[in-house]
């Protein structure tokens, strides 16, 4: 194994730390405080992918690549909106 393949496996298990952990970026409301879940483990997967099929399979390769930079993209937005709205409800309130 290389460096990049040992780093991956690293941070793949501390989004499955992060997972199991009390503290999170949204708090565990089911459905949407797993979100945040998701999109972490996900990514650090596609990772994992990425890393370790690079030297055997580019085609797989850069599809993980491609797919993991639209879950970051995509989950960031979603978070922002998430955090939008509850700003926004928050108001509603006050």
Known sequence: MNGKEVSS????GLALLYD???????PDIPVVGWIDDFIITATTGLNCIQQF???SSQTLSTIAKT???IGIILGGIVI???FLLAG???????
């Not at 199991?20 to 949204?26: A, E, F, L, R």
């Not at 926004?88 to 006050?94: K, N, R, Y």
């Open 9 to 12: 496996l690293v941070f793949m």
């Open 20 to 26: 199991v952990s009390p503290i999170d970026i949204i």
């Open 53 to 55: 099929t690079a030297e």
């Open 67 to 69: 797919l993991k930079w």
């Open 80 to 82: 922002l909106l998430l």
């Open 88 to 94: 926004f409800i928050v108001s509603l309130f006050q």
